[in-house]
Nanobody, 120 residues
């Protein structure tokens, strides 16, 4: 059983930055990923951190703007988001899996999500 707790969401102006954090507890996972979902839209991948080899992955919309990192001592993965665009509000979820991938159904454990709104 894996427990995930996200934090760091909020309201930010276009072009601004936010840092999301995901703290994990439990066993049986080797990757922590971030997904987002806007109302009426499918859940889409954002980024993933492979804890076994420190490899990171970013989806196309996140490349060059988002950086994922780990804080090992706190079992935490951070998602630093910069140059945020005025998109529809979305809930960002942290998820745990045995390997990184874009498909959300591969992830067996999910956090409760944190809301991110980019608006002037």
């Amino acid at each position: 059983q894996v427990q995930l707790v996200e934090s760091g969401g909020g309201l930010v102006e276009p072009g601004g930055s936010l840092r999301l954090s995901c703290t994990a507890s439990g066993r049986g996972y080797s990757s922590l990923g971030w997904f987002r979902q806007a109302p009426g839209k499918e859940r889409e991948g954002v980024s993933c951190f492979s804890l076994s080899d420190d490899t990171t992955y970013e989806d196309d919309h996140a490349k060059g703007r988002f950086i994922i990192s780990r804080e090992t001592a706190k079992n935490t993965v951070h998602l630093q988001m910069t140059s945020l665009k005025p998109e529809a509000p979305a809930v960002y979820f942290c998820a745990a899996s045995d390997g990184c991938g874009r498909d959300w159904w591969r992830y067996g454990s999910w956090g409760q999500g944190t809301q991110v709104t980019v608006s002037a």
